[in-house]
C-alpha cells in the first residue's frame, strides 16, 4: 500500500497519461466548461512548474507559450519559460519582450503556506492581486484569466477588483479539486482593456 499520495487516484491517472502533475485535469475541466482557450492563443502561465498546464496547453492552441516559475521546469518543445518571481519587475520585462501579444494569462501559483491560516490568506491575496495586475498588463482587449484563490478573507475583495477588469467573471470548483478544500479558480474573460496599453486603439474626437 502506497502512502496517500500515491494512492490517489487523480495522481495515478495523471502519471499514466504523462502528465507531470494531477493539476492537469483542474484547467482541462476548467476549459471543457468555459472554452477559456482558443487555437491560436498566445498564452501566459504564471507558477507553471512542474509543467502539466504547459502540456495541456500545447494540445489546445498553436500560439506561442511561456511559463514563469521560481523553480525550474523540465524543457517542453517550443515553450519559452522564465525563472524567478512574476511579481518581479525584471521578470515581468522579459515576460513583455518575449510576448508582444498575450491572448490569455493562465495562473495556478501559490505561495509556500505557513499553516497560520489568516497570515496564508492574506498572502494568498497578495499573490493573486499581483498576478491581476500583470495580467491586465500583458493581456490584448477581449482576452481571458484563470487565476486560482482560496475563498476566505478578503476573497471578495479580489473579486471586485477582477469584475472591474474583465465583463465576465465566474468563481468555481474544479472537479478534480480535493474535497474540503477552500481552493476555487477564478475564471474571468473578455478583459476590458487598460486605457494606458498603447495596443488599444483610442477613440478619436471628432473635429
Ligand atoms: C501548484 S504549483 C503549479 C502547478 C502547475 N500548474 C502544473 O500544472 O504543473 C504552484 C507553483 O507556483 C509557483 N509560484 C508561487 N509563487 C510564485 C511567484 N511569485 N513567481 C513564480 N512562481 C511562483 C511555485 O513555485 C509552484 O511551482
Known amino acids: 500500500m502506497g502512502s496517500l499520495w500515491t494512492r490517489d487516484a487523480t495522481y495515478r491517472k495523471s502519471l499514466k497519461e504523462g502528465f507531470r502533475a494531477r493539476s492537469a485535469y483542474k484547467l482541462i475541466d476548467i476549459n471543457d466548461r468555459f472554452n477559456v482557450i482558443r487555437k491560436t492563443d498566445n498564452v ?18 498553436e500560439g506561442q507559450l511561456c511559463g514563469v516559475d521560481l523553480n525550474p521546469i523540465a524543457p ?40 497560520a491560516k489568516s497570515y496564508d490568506q492574506a498572502r494568498i491575496m497578495a499573490l493573486n492581486e499581483d498576478a491581476l495586475m500583470f495580467a491586465a498588463s500583458l493581456l490584448k482587449q477581449g482576452g481571458n484569466l484563470v487565476m486560482k484563490s482560496f475563498q476566505g478573507a478578503d476573497f ?25 478544500s477552500t481552493e ?15 495596443r488599444i486603439p483610442v477613440k478619436k474626437e471628432k473635429a
Open 44 to 61: 501566459v502561465d504564471l507558477g507553471c512548474a512542474p509543467g502539466s498546464w504547459l502540456q495541456v496547453l500545447k494540445t489546445l492552441t
Open 76 to 115: 517542453l518543445e517550443g515553450v519559452i519559460s522564465f525563472i524567478g518571481d512574476f511579481t518581479s519587475p525584471e521578470i515581468q520585462e522579459k515576460v513583455r519582450a518575449a510576448m508582444p501579444v498575450v491572448n490569455v494569462v493562465v495562473c495556478d501559483a501559490a505561495p509556500h503556506l505557513s499553516g
Open 156 to 180: 471578495n475583495e479580489l473579486l471586485e477588483l477582477v469584475k472591474e477588469r474583465f465583463y465576465s467573471v465566474r468563481v468555481i470548483r474544479s472537479k478534480a479539486t480535493r474535497r474540503g
Open 184 to 198: 476555487c479558480y477564478i475564471v474571468a474573460k473578455n478583459f476590458i482593456g487598460d486605457a494606458r496599453d498603447d
